[in-house]
């Protein structure tokens, strides 16, 4: 999987390098709420006052709610997610990414239709979401419209909020134009651009007047 580097074009990681960097990335998203149950139990063994004690648990509850949203999203997002040629339906798609994304701040407007997709597709929506949710960093709406019908859908999503943004960088990993190596902060875009290629489609990021598009075409 690893690209022969020319100058000023970046050198993708090989298969074991991926691998770590998106092990990386989902630990970071459940670094948080893993961290948040650990301190509220820390309380509990401290034999608080009842309304310390009933912050901890509300807080427990919370964050195991979080955490297992996230563990959801990102089992179906970045992992195997059922065997080679399964697939996926668009229903529990939609839930996973309404559990990990939608958080009071960041909402979603899902109008695709409930069918079954192969994964890879699904897994690009996934992805495509994730890096929509990063160009509205104080939150807003994610519109998600299909492109085409059936096993062939693809997508276009439309991120809106204040101060919506295109992150650095992140266009060029998700189109393979010259940019930086593959990190574990920029993973995720380049794992998405992988996904569409072998889904034989092209992930374009752009500002249209106030949104920021994302589609896979």
């Known amino acids: 999987m690893s690209d022969a580097s020319s100058p000023g074009t970046a050198t993708a990681p ?5 691998a770590a960097l998106l092990c990386s990335r ?18 509990l063994d401290d034999d608080p006052k009842p309304e310390d004690r009933e912050f901890a648990l509300d807080l427990i509850r919370k964050s195991a709610k979080t955490a297992s949203a996230r ?4 089992r179906l997002a970045f992992g195997a997610a059922g065997s080679s040629g399964a697939q996926i339906d668009l229903g529990d798609a939609q839930t996973m990414a309404r ?12 109008n695709l239709p409930r069918l079954l997709l192969p994964k890879n597709r699904v897994k690009l929506l996934l992805n495509m979401l994730v890096v929509s949710q990063h160009t509205i960093p104080r939150g807003g709406m994610l519109t998600i419209d299909p492109i085409g019908e059936g096993e062939t859908m693809s997508f276009r999503i439309t991120a809106t909020g ?5 992150p650095q960088n992140i266009s060029e990993l998700l189109s393979g134009e010259r940019g930086p190596a593959a990190d574990a902060h920029a993973i995720q875009p380049y794992y998405t651009r992988l996904l569409a290629q072998a889904c034989g ?6 500002l249209e007047g106030e949104a920021i598009i994302i589609t896979a075409s």
């Open 26 to 43: 989902v630990c970071h998203d459940l670094i948080s709420p893993v961290g948040a149950i650990v301190n509220g139990l820390e309380v």
């Open 14 to 18: 090989d298969m074991l390098e991926l």
């Open 99 to 110: 559990g990990h994304i939608e958080d009071g701040k960041c909402s979603i407007t899902w």
């Open 71 to 74: 563990l959801q999203f990102c």
């Open 201 to 206: 489609l092209t992930v374009t990021l752009k």
């Open 162 to 166: 204040h101060n919506a943004r295109l």
